[in-house]
Nanobody, 123 residues
Framework: QVQLVESGGGLVQAGGSLRLSCAAS????????VAWFRQAPGKEREFVTS????????SYADSVKGRFTVSRDNAKNTLYLEMNNLKPEDTAIYYC????????????????WGQGTQVTVSS
């Protein structure tokens, strides 16, 4: 099993930047593909981005392409999400998740989830 803890959320103005981190413990982090999902108030959880276990292959939702960058440091057991040019519609709780399957897996294939970190973008 792997435990995931997100950090780095906060309040930022539109156009600003934030960097989220997700610290993993309890199992070999490099065994897992990992992803970021988000859930806005009154909406379903949605996929943001994912990265394979090597940190080579990535996938992004269309809504964040060109603005968000996912990366990982397996030596530090940490996943990152660099978010630039933030928009009010990016406001949500951001969750990291891990799967022993493909980084292209749907959310139902992600077995491990963090508690989330709140990101609020003001206009």
């Amino acid at each position: 099993q792997v435990q995931l803890v997100e950090s780095g959320g906060g309040l930022v103005q539109a156009g600003g930047s934030l960097r989220l981190s997700c610290a993993a413990s309890g199992s070999t982090f490099s065994k897992y593909a990992v992803a970021w999902f988000r859930q806005a108030p009154g909406k379903e959880r949605e996929f943001v981005t994912s990265i394979d276990w090597r940190g080579v292959s990535t996938s992004y939702a269309d809504s964040v392409k060109g603005r968000f960058t996912v990366s990982r440091d397996n030596a530090k057991n940490t996943l990152y999400l660099e978010m630039n040019n933030l928009k009010p519609e990016d406001t949500a709780i951001y969750y990291c998740a891990a799967t022993s399957g493909s980084y292209r897996s749907g959310p139902d294939r992600y077995d491990y989830w963090g508690q989330g970190t709140q990101v609020t973008v003001s206009s």
